[in-house]
């Protein structure tokens, strides 16, 4: 089965931290993605992925920044982590070619 | 951009009873799913459906893309059907896919 995970699984940080997210996949999946959950808002995007290289920029893109620097490795960096960006974070791959999304396990970030 | 709207946004049900789960889009959607997530867990695909009905056990999906709109539909409930669906929409393999604000689903014993 498609296998995507994330660490670290729970981060408490300070404000004005630096806390870098990674998401790793086995699926050989093309694309991938950032997104975050808060109560009453569902996911949100925050950067995604096509491939090694490259970042894209989704709806919520401020105050983080992303990197793909291979096929399977997806990072999300937070360079000054403030008190709003504690939240739930997931990474998922995509195929390119039936676009179904394959989820980790989400992680819990908390910025005191 | 896309916009996804997700009705009702809870629902609570005695066990044995059916749910039906709407998900409205605004924009043409090329790509469907439905997702399920355990209270605080992972999410997990339940249809890939970009149009027309698919079932799996007792969840029937049908998606009517040319009217931006798609059901999830649960037949005879259990109480291990409690958690929150999802519907995410995108346009291709070139657009991310967009999530709805999820519908909360608790099944009673």
């Known amino acids: 089965e498609a296998a995507v995970t994330q660490s670290p699984r729970n981060k408490v940080a300070v404000t004005g931290g630096k806390v870098t997210l990674s998401c790793n996949q086995t699926n050989n999946h093309n694309n991938m993605y950032w997104y975050r959950q808060d109560t009453g808002h569902g996911l949100r995007l925050i950067h995604y992925s096509y491939g090694a290289g490259s970042t894209e920029k989704g709806d919520i893109p401020d105050g983080y920044k992303a990197s793909r620097p291979s096929q399977e490795n997806f990072s999300l960096i937070l360079e000054l982590a403030t008190p709003s960006q504690t939240s739930v974070y997931f990474c998922a791959s995509g195929d390119a070619d039936t676009g179904q999304l394959y989820f980790g396990e989400g992680s819990k970030l908390t910025v005191l | 951009g896309q916009q996804v709207q997700q009705s009702p946004a809870s629902l609570v049900l005695q066990e044995g009873e059916n749910a039906e789960l709407q998900c409205n889009f605004s924009?043409?959607?090329?790509?469907l799913q439905w997702f399920y997530q355990h209270p605080g867990g992972r999410l997990v695909s339940l249809f890939y459906?970009?149009?027309g009905t698919k079932h799996t056990g007792r969840l029937t999906s049908t998606t009517v893309t040319n009217e931006r709109r798609s059901s999830l539909h649960i037949s005879s409930s259990q109480t291990t059907d409690s958690g929150t669906y999802f519907c995410a929409i995108d346009r291709s393999n070139n657009n991310a896919p967009r999530f709805g604000a999820g519908t909360k689903l608790s099944v009673k014993p």
């Open positions: 459906n970009p149009s």
């Open positions: 924009s043409t959607a090329t790509r």
